[in-house]
């Protein structure tokens, strides 16, 4: 099955400094690549997410980028705010997507000093 | 808020307690899911159901949790004879099976004692 590992486990940054958090999986067939963010003690937040047929995504401050062949996918944040601190997990589809069911990195608690 | 709901959002039980958690999805979606989450890590899958079928469930800690989904709206998760290391959130998401964005519920924390 899918295995999904993220880096770094934590990262702290200034506000307004940019935010890179890289993860690899392990199965070529899968297909859809989703972020989470989770605040603490609140439910994970879908914010971002790409499918294999593109290599990057952009939503505001936030761009996820893909890279098939090395397996590997990355979530940028620009211009951080204390805001953004919270903690993020990257996911993978398993079963090559054709459940809908993710396979989660362990996260990484991100936190942005003002 | 018509987004997924989760009932109840703390449990505590004694060990050997059998526990029942709900979960409501978002009315339009057809597959709901079933993830634990403990300290630290990031949700592990458990189950999903497809309208009212089962579809995955080799997931499952051990044959003593189960799900059902009765009617393909909401779903059950049961735990029986807990045990302290069943002690976790456990997540429902719901998605639409032609989009595979999940959406989740704020959790059930269970705290065995």
């Known amino acids: 099955g899918e295995n999904v590992e993220q880096h770094p486990s934590t990262l702290s940054v200034q506000e307004g400094d940019s935010a890179v958090i890289k993860c690899t999986y392990s199965?070529?067939?899968?297909?859809?690549f989703p972020w989470y963010k989770q605040e603490l003690g609140k439910r994970p937040q879908l914010i971002i997410d790409?499918?294999?047929?593109?290599g990057e995504k952009k939503d505001q401050r936030i761009a996820v980028t893909l890279n098939k062949t090395a397996k590997h996918f990355s979530l940028h944040i620009t211009e951080t705010q204390p805001e953004d601190s919270a903690v993020y997990f990257c996911a993978a589809s398993d079963h090559g997507g054709s459940q809908g069911n993710l396979i989660f990195g362990k996260g990484t608690k991100l936190s942005v000093k003002p | 808020d018509t987004g997924v709901s989760q009932d109840p959002r703390h449990k505590i039980t004694k060990r050997g307690q059998n526990v029942t958690f709900r979960c409501d999805p978002i009315s339009e979606h057809n597959r709901l899911y079933w993830y634990r989450q403990t300290l630290g890590q990031g949700p592990e899958f458990l189950t999903y159901?497809?309208?009212?079928?089962?579809?995955?469930k080799s997931r499952l800690l051990s044959d003593r949790f189960s799900a059902e989904r009765p009617k393909g709206s909401f779903s059950t998760l049961e735990i029986q004879r807990t045990e302290q290391g069943d002690s976790a959130m456990y997540l429902c998401a719901s998605s639409w099976d032609r989009n595979f964005q999940a959406f989740f519920g704020q959790g059930t924390r269970l705290t065995v004692v």
């Open positions: 199965d070529s067939a899968s297909n859809y």
């Open positions: 790409i499918r294999s047929n593109v």
């Open positions: 159901f497809q309208n009212e079928a089962q579809l995955e």
